[in-house]
């Protein structure tokens, strides 16, 4: 069963940075392509940013950047280091695996990790 867990969330001005993780179990990580999304009040969950298995990144025009997904296999782990944050990326924050070309997510989601940026 897979298990994703968000963490690293908080409350940030705007123009400060935060990191975001994610804990991958039930997967084998190091095969899948992953993904971070955000879901603001009264929104559609939008992709944020991926990195496939082999390292490649790409981004949604409006993070272009600013943020930077990485992974690390070794730890189950992948992350979001977000800079330059504005009130518009307030969010909650998932991750989950997905497939790249036809973007259709892995699995379930986990609970998420809120990201307030106040004016």
């Known amino acids: 069963q897979v298990q994703l867990v968000e963490s690293g969330g908080g409350l940030v001005q705007a123009g400060g940075s935060l990191r975001l993780s994610c804990v991958a179990s039930g997967i084998i990580f190091r095969f899948n392509a992953m993904g971070w999304y955000r879901q603001a009040p009264e929104k559609q969950r939008e992709l944020v940013a991926f990195i496939t298995s082999g390292g490649g990144t790409d981004y949604a025009v409006s993070v272009k950047g600013r943020f930077t997904i990485s992974r690390d296999n070794a730890k189950n782990t992948v992350y979001l280091q977000m800079n330059s944050l504005k009130p518009e990326d307030t969010a909650v924050y998932y991750c989950?695996?997905?497939?790249?070309?036809?973007?259709?997510?892995?699995?379930?989601w986990g609970q998420g990790t809120q990201v307030t940026v106040s004016s």
């Open positions: 989950n695996s997905l497939n790249v070309q036809s973007k259709t997510v892995g699995g379930s």
